[in-house]
């Protein structure tokens, strides 16, 4: 039987705190590293890797949100993706490096 989104939000919600707030406090993050004057230099990829950090950062430090395993599992994916992309473009372009 599959959870009905109501049912989704509200658990996330006991364990991940408010959208609001961690709405609020990812913008506030990713503000930061847009401000950065080489931000539309950097791949997509890469971008969103930091992107999706921030949003896992968030959550580590919502309600208990330190105590999922899984919001960890997330950055060291995210960041291991960016990797994987700069890699592949580092080898594709060798020439320009």
Not at 12 to 34: I, P, S
Request: aromatic share 10%.
């Amino acid at each position: 039987m599959t959870n009905s989104t109501t049912e989704i939000l509200s658990e996330r919600g006991k364990t991940h705190g408010e959208f609001w707030l961690n709405a609020r406090v990812m913008e506030q993050l990713v503000d930061v590293l847009r401000s950065s004057p080489h931000w539309l230099s950097i791949p997509y990829e890469t971008r969103n890797a930091m992107t999706m950090t921030c949003t896992k950062m968030c959550r580590l430090v919502s309600k208990d949100g330190y105590k999922h395993l899984d919001n960890y599992q997330d950055i060291i994916g995210y960041t291991t993706l960016a990797l994987e992309a700069e890699v592949k473009r580092q080898e594709l372009f060798k020439e320009d490096w």
